[in-house]
């Protein structure tokens, strides 16, 4: 069965640095996308990044470029997301995801596996 099982979120001050860990199972994580997706409260949950399967194709919201990059580990069938130079207004809850398919995508609708989702705060 698919799963996906995040860590590596907490608490970090403005400016400062962490990396999330989406580790996967049920499937291999080169050959599917796996994107990665940030939900504040009050607000809709947005798309941050995206790792295509094979070729290794990313996606970046404007609002991450240059800050944020995701990559995979095949040996540890993990993918990560690290992120540098974090805002307070970029506290939320992030989750990875995938829809099976080896092409990313930003509609939220087509993921069919989430992992649990992890709390990033940033703040003084």
């Given at each position: 069965?698919?799963?996906?099982?995040?860590?590596?979120?907490?608490?970090?001050?403005?400016?400062?640095?962490?990396?999330?860990?989406?580790?996967?199972?049920?499937?291999?994580?080169?050959?599917?996308?796996?994107?990665?997706?940030?939900?504040?409260?009050?607000?809709?949950?947005?798309?941050?990044?995206?790792?295509?399967?094979?070729?290794?194709?990313?996606?970046?919201?404007?609002?991450?470029?240059?800050?944020?990059?995701?990559?995979?580990?095949?040996?540890?069938?993990?993918?990560y997301l690290q992120m540098n130079s974090l805002k307070p207004e970029e506290t939320a809850v992030y989750?990875?995801?995938?829809?099976?398919?080896?092409?990313?995508?930003?509609?939220?609708?087509?993921?069919?596996?989430?992992?649990?989702?992890?709390?990033?705060?940033?703040?003084?």
């Amino acid at each position: 069965q698919v799963q996906l099982v995040q860590s590596g979120g907490g608490l970090v001050q403005p400016g400062g640095s962490l990396r999330l860990s989406c580790a996967a199972s049920g499937f291999t994580v080169d050959d599917y996308a796996i994107g990665w997706f940030r939900q504040a409260p009050g607000k809709e949950r947005e798309g941050v990044s995206c790792i295509g399967s094979k070729d290794g194709t990313t996606y970046y919201a404007n609002s991450v470029k240059g800050r944020f990059t995701t990559s995979r580990d095949k040996a540890k069938n993990t993918v990560y997301l690290q992120m540098n130079s974090l805002k307070p207004e970029e506290t939320a809850v992030y989750y990875c995801a995938t829809d099976g398919a080896p092409a990313c995508t930003r509609e939220v609708d087509e993921y069919d596996y989430w992992g649990q989702g992890t709390q990033v705060t940033v703040s003084s």
